[in-house]
């Protein structure tokens, strides 16, 4: 009995990653190894644990290695990389061969909060469809994902009053406190 032959297995499972992708974007510099001090821009179209998708203005070969230095946000970290998929016109796909641990420390915290990015972008848009649920589905998603550092309490109390009488102003609803949630 003859097996599936490789386009038959590609068929079944087009995504033959081996971590989920969460779409990015970021900068990407990307160094052809061994170096002549040439790089080639791009940007990231893709992230996950093993590899990325740049959009770059022009490809580099199936098989090349390279060195590549990913800034998302204020993240930045170096991977050597070998391309995988070359794309017309100017697409690449990487795979990482080797991360330092702060490397892939940063990539890991990159990836839980892109994760749960679109978990948060998911929820809202099922809440959209139904309105009445969109205010509640948003704040419960906004206490959930966000620590809350501290509370202020404003005072529109007279400042010249001792702060033993100004806990009797609350009795007499004479002090306006408004609660300002702060989140890191």
Known sequence: MKGPNSEEMLMQNPDRRRSPRFSCSG??????????????AGKLRDLSLNGCGIETVSTIECGARTEILLQIS????????????AR????IGMEFLRLSGHGRDILAGLLRELARQ????????AAQREPEQW???RA???????????RIAASEAD???????????????ELKVMPVDLFL
């Open 74 to 85: 204020s993240a930045s970290f170096r991977a050597i990389g070998e391309v995988k998929a």
């Open 118 to 125: 679109q978990a948060i972008a998911t929820t809202l848009r």
């Open 140 to 150: 419960t998603l906004l206490r959930a994902s966000l620590p809350v550092f501290g």
């Open 135 to 137: 205010k509640e589905a």
């Open 159 to 173: 400042e010249a009053k001792p702060l033993a009488d100004r806990s009797s102003l609350i009795l007499d609803e």
């Open 27 to 40: 900068l990407a510099k990307i160094i052809c190894l061994p170096s002549e001090g040439v790089y080639l």
């Open 88 to 91: 017309v016109p100017g697409g």
